[in-house]
């Protein structure tokens, strides 16, 4: 039984990502939550059938009202709980690597000397990019390239720093460290990585609609323009000791494609997408499920 527990949290993320289609999703709330419920869903509830079937151990019986099942064949619930172990212990080990990852960039960039730009501490190198970012855990630093503060001016600069406060406010560097471990956990299940490039575009469209809230949409969109278009930018987004799970950049290394879209939802002036709804709680709670059945084996 331990085993077909495994099988199905398998299969079911399977079946649950292939129904995922981000065209069906008309605004950019229902395309939020629809990318998030499918990157989280799946990996938590292999996380949490696995952790199950470890705590169960490989030997026992569950016993319900009246009924007693047993577990069948010794060797195929050593088998599922070689297989849970390997899976939760690989997931310990990434999950150690990318907290080493926000240490390491966090060192980094406190080398970097802080100033006092438009009233925000920010750290700012020595390099003629026009690059921001913030970079950290809970509580990220602001990070801007010399560049930025030569290539703007300083009604443009304050745009680009209320769009770095969109994502302190919404503290994405803290939630994307373990939505990028949870993307780590299963990258074979299908659409996985589209579904990660479309929560990163969501993540920037959200820190834009804030900041528009506190300065001007065109404005923004202008400065957004100018920093993105730059030559360096994307060389140098590739190169910042930093990754996508932990670092929040303006410009967002991302096809034009992606950087139009972004402009035309500052446009659009639609609403800042919220942080949770109560869909995604149901679906975490289903796969939380597998821990429930816990302590009825004995």
Known sequence: MHLLMVLAAILGGFVFRCCYDRTERPGYRERWYAALTQLVFPSVLLVTTTLAVVCMGNQGQMVWPDVIWTFGDRSVETLSYGISSIFLAMAAVRLAARSFGVWRSVRSIRRYPQHQILSHS????????????????????????????????????????????????????????????????????????????????????????????????????????????????????RSFEAADDFQAALSCDAPRSRLEERIDALLDETPPIPTWQLCLCKWLAVALVPLSIVPFHY
């Open 122 to 237: 920010c750290r700012v190198f020595d390099h003629d990019v026009p690059f921001s970012a913030v970079v950290g855990f809970w509580t990220p630093e602001l990070t801007i390239g010399r560049g930025l503060l030569e290539t703007l001016n300083e009604d443009q600069l304050n745009a680009v720093l209320a769009h770095e406060r969109g994502h302190l406010h919404y503290r994405d560097t803290f939630w994307f460290f373990w939505l990028g471990w949870l993307k780590r956990l299963t990258p074979w299940l299908p659409k996985t990585e589209a579904i990660w490039q479309e929560l990163l575009l969501l993540r920037e469209i959200r820190a834009d609609r804030w900041a528009a809230q506190q300065v001007d949409e065109l404005l923004l969109a202008e400065s957004l323009l100018k920093v993105a278009s730059a030559p360096s930018v994307r060389h140098f987004n």
